[in-house]
């Protein structure tokens, strides 16, 4: 069974760029047709899809936070990271990385992580 862990610090300062790994245990992130996926939620609001990476190394972000994100991965540490950049407090949100696989979204999802933005 897959699982997924996020790590990370869990204060950012406004302007810094916030870094996030998911490590993938259980399977490995080059397993044909799989994708993995970043995911927020701020206070108060639902869950917001920030991007993925596939299998063969391709990318996809949301159109809102694309200019600020990027997500690459590390296949020999089976782990996958995203960077949000020039942070502001309104991308304070718990960050959960999840995984794709066909037609099936977000099937497996790591516990989640506390990000808060604040000098």
């Known amino acids: 069974q897959v699982q997924l862990q996020e790590s990370g610090p869990g204060l950012v300062a406004p302007s810094q760029t916030l870094s996030l790994t998911c490590t993938v245990s259980g399977g490995s992130i080059r397993m044909k047709s799989t994708y993995w996926s970043w995911i927020r939620q701020s206070p108060g609001k639902g869950l917001e899809w920030i991007g993925d990476?596939?299998?063969?190394?391709?990318?996809y972000y949301s159109p809102s936070l694309k200019s600020r994100t990027s997500i690459s991965r590390d296949t020999s540490t089976n782990q996958f990271t995203l960077q949000l950049s020039s942070v502001t407090p309104e991308d304070t949100a718990v960050y959960y990385c999840?995984?794709?696989?066909?037609?099936?979204?977000?099937?497996?999802w790591g516990q989640g992580t506390q990000v808060t933005v604040s000098s």
């Open positions: 990476i596939t299998y063969t190394d391709n990318t």
């Open positions: 999840a995984r794709g696989s066909g037609d099936i979204a977000f099937s497996s």
